[in-house]
T-cell receptor, first 111, second 116 residues
Framework: RKEVEQDPGPFNVPEGATVAFNCTYS??????FFWYRQDCRKEPKLLMS???SGNEDGRFTAQLNRASQYISLLIRDSKLSDSATYLC????????????FGKGTTLSVSS | EAGVTQSPTHLIKTRGQQATLRCSPI?????VYWYQQALGLGLQFLLW???????NRGNFPPRFSGRQFPNYSSELNVNALELEDSALYLC???????????????FGPGTRLTVL
């Protein structure tokens, strides 16, 4: 099993749609979780951290399910500008280890 | 506050040559990470430096090396370039928590290396 797995997509949705991405991780000791956004040929940018209680930032909601070892990202009222690749990122929990990036899920929002 | 900066933006080399890529972290960040992202692939972790020391290394051959300077800036060196080294090389920086757990990473714009 890969350390961090994501459905690569692409997810093609119309403007205004609600779309959800899931990500699974293999290491139950993982401590920190993030969603990054990467536009084509650009650097990844932090979208939001994911907390155990779940967190929301405007149209974006992130959830963490430790028992099932998955993280989700919900985007409501999709905008054209949401088109990007969304990277699920996990810290495996051991001190001195680097973050692990999923390969990303591509979202395309059309008018 | 300035973000992570990288230079050069683009670099074109031929097989067998050496490439040097540079990164300046966000002020106050002590950790610098290097990643390789080949076209259509995910980020592959290369190297992590903190306080001038190499803390971790990804699954790459020794011809990928680097260093971190006292001002926390960093260099990535790739020797004996191969065609498959063509990729976007991303640098990120972060705080390092006292428990040695990596904090949120912030990325620079990357250096696009093309090997001909």
């Amino acid at each position: 099993r890969k350390e961090v797995e994501q459905d690569p997509g692409p997810f093609n949705v119309p403007e205004g749609a609600t779309v959800a991405f899931n990500c699974t991780y293999s290491n139950s000791a993982s401590q920190s979780f993030f969603w990054y956004r990467q536009d084509c040929r650009k650097e990844p940018k932090l979208l939001m951290s994911v907390y155990s209680s779940g967190n929301e930032d405007g149209r974006f909601t992130a959830q963490l399910n430790r028992a099932s070892q998955y993280i989700s990202l919900l985007i409501r009222d999709s905008k054209l500008s949401d088109s990007a690749t969304y990277l699920c990122v996990v810290h495996p929990g051991q001190a001195g280890t680097a973050l692990i990036f999923g390969k990303g899920t591509t979202l395309s929002v059309s008018s | 506050e300035a973000g992570v900066t990288q230079s050069p933006t683009h670099l074109i080399k031929t097989r067998g040559q050496q490439a040097t890529l540079r990164c300046s972290p966000i002020s106050g960040h002590t950790s610098v990470y290097w990643y390789q992202q080949a076209l259509g692939l995910g980020l592959q972790f290369l190297l992590w430096y903190d306080e001038g020391e190499e803390r971790n290394r990804g699954n790459f051959p020794p011809r990928f090396s680097g260093r971190q300077f006292p001002n926390y800036s960093s260099e990535l060196n790739v020797n004996a370039l191969e065609l498959e080294d063509s990729a976007l090389y991303l640098c990120a920086s972060s705080w390092l928590r006292t428990d040695w757990i990596t904090d949120t990473q912030y990325f620079g714009p990357g250096t696009r290396l093309t090997v001909l």
